[in-house]
């Protein structure tokens, strides 16, 4: 995969961060949506490869831009073989979330951020459109706490690992009331919980980073996402794991008439036959080369949202990749005309 890639897909999620920043406490959280999804296709659209969205905005009936199957990049073209080197022409596999948290963007709050993981054909997991149940941990604890143990026992496990407290630790839940239990549970453990409306992608990659003040992501998001937060922690050397959730007594899928014999059946016809199987960041992204790209669009955890001045704008940016196994934070100013001065911090 081309390490040019690497430094590419920054221009990729700043732009989509930029463009959703502008609707940013709106309170217009589809346009956020849909400004990013054309921001990042278009930016995708000029680079030198040949992609496929895996994970997008939907199937090919339900959205117009960057749906599942749809082919971007230059080298996707019929005449591509006269202008793309060989490097560009091997298919890789793209998950895209243009705008993480819409509602997030449309009401002002903390935690969005463009994202986007890449692997070769085959390297990111195709995860279906339901929900997963996922633990997210630093990379001390990893292989350590296990998503089949109760919160209770992964407490435990946690504070060993990172020689804190119970009491000192934080752990992200989604504020839905699905985490009731498990939210008193976790308070009953003496732990602490830090609520997240959404956006539970970045929670995740706060795991894997120290100072950050949060140990450790627990509940139940959807699958896509899980995928694109695997593939970060993957490269990090974090803990995560993903079980699906195909009981509506877990939680509702949103599908009239679901069922959880409805919801295996459908599975099954998706090829996963083993509707309970625990996924490891290394099966969700199990390509050889991974790479991970997020820039802020409200200020979150570990970047910094967008800040438009006079004439330009500022983003940060952390792209990580297994093949170099770096983690980069990118702060670009973006000067979209001549600007009377940049603002150095
Ligand atoms: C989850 C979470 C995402 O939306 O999918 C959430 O993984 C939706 O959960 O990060 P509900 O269906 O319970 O609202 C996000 O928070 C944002 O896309």
């Not at 350590?144 to 919160?151: L, R």
């Amino acid at each position: 995969m081309e390490s040019t890639l690497g430094l590419e897909i920054i221009e990729v999620v700043e732009k989509a961060a930029i463009a959703s920043a502008k609707w940013m406490g709106k309170g217009e959280k589809n346009t956020a949506d849909h400004v990013a999804v054309e921001a990042m296709r278009e930016r995708m659209n000029q680079i030198h490869m040949r992609g496929k969205i895996v994970i997008g905005e939907g199937e090919r009936d339900e959205a117009p831009m960057l749906y599942i199957g749809e082919e971007v990049g230059i080298c996707t073209r019929e005449d591509a073989h006269s202008y793309c080197n060989p490097d560009e022409l091997v298919e890789i596999d793209i998950a895209v979330d243009p705008c993480e948290g819409t509602n997030l963007v449309a009401y002002g709050q903390p935690g969005s951020m463009a994202v986007l993981a890449i692997s070769e054909k085959g390297g990111l997991f195709a995860a279906p459109d339901f929900y997963m149940k996922k633990i997210a941990a630093p990379p001390a604890a990893k292989n350590h706490v296990d998503i089949n143990k109760s919160a209770t026992e992964n407490l435990k496990i946690l504070s060993e690992c990172l020689d804190r407290s119970i009491e000192e630790l934080v752990v992200v839940v989604m504020d839905r009331s699905r985490h009731q239990d498990l939210i008193k549970e976790i308070r009953g453990a003496g732990a602490r919980v830090r609520l997240i409306s959404d956006g539970d992608v970045s929670a995740a990659l706060s795991c894997a980073f120290a100072g950050t003040n949060i140990h450790a992501l627990m509940g139940i998001g959807a699958a896509p996402e899980g995928v694109i937060s695997a593939a970060a922690m993957r490269c990090l050397g974090g803990h995560f794991q993903g079980k699906l959730v195909y009981d509506p007594e877990e939680v509702k899928t949103g599908l009239i008439g679901e069922s959880k014999e409805g919801n295996i059946a459908r599975l099954q016809e998706m090829g996963i036959d083993n509707p309970d199987k625990v996924y490891g960041a290394e099966e969700l992204a199990g390509g050889e080369t991974v790479l991970f790209a997020a820039c802020g669009i409200t200020p979150g955890t570990l970047m910094n949202g967008v800040r438009f001045f006079h004439g330009g704008a500022r983003t940060q940016s952390l792209v990580i990749s297994s093949q170099s196994m770096t983690a980069r934070f990118v702060d670009t100013v973006h000067m979209f005309e001549q600007p009377k001065y940049i603002q150095l911090s």
